[in-house]
């Protein structure tokens, strides 16, 4: 059976300081953090198709809708920045909620995203400039849906994921340790 998933990269509005969105979010905690229960959407409402060539079409699997989530803080000379990677049970959903293969699938999604996050801290943790800061969110969140789309066309005719896109996943978050705090204060 072929498994597929398509990203919807949610972004949060960048303000001063930007409102918590009121609806639920499970927040990256570790590679494995995702389990049937989190995706709560009963169906995607219609059967969702997906290009791959001039006649063909393959239905998705499973949908995983994921984001980052950004604030600043300004007092005086003090920075403080806080992103975290979440995703949103209730718009997310699981074709076979016994599948093992779609739930790996969508959790390397959430991965990728927290990989993203930990990029972004990373990049963050020098510069105190609000403007600077957005320009590095936006350009980021770009990148990110680019590599979601890199790990979708990879995957159209495969099941799970492919062992060097788990490795890539591991070195990744292993190289990013030290930004793995979601929290992030300038020096």
Known sequence: MIRIALLFLLMVSVSFKTDRS???????TSVTCLSKNDFRKTSPGRP??????????????????????????RTGDFVHYELYAFMLPDDSWLLDRDDPETLEHEQA??????????????RLSRVKNQEAAKRIYRQLMDDLQRKQADFDRYHERENGVAPEWKKWIEGSLKELEAFKDTEVIPV
């Open 109 to 122: 999604h959430f991965n990728i995203t927290e990989i993203y996050a930990r990029k972004m801290r990373s």
């Open 22 to 28: 009121p609806r639920e979010q499970v927040r990256w």
């Open 48 to 73: 969702i198709k997906t290009k791959t060539g001039k006649r063909t079409y393959r239905m998705l699997e499973g949908f995983i809708n994921t984001g980052i989530a950004y604030s600043f803080e």
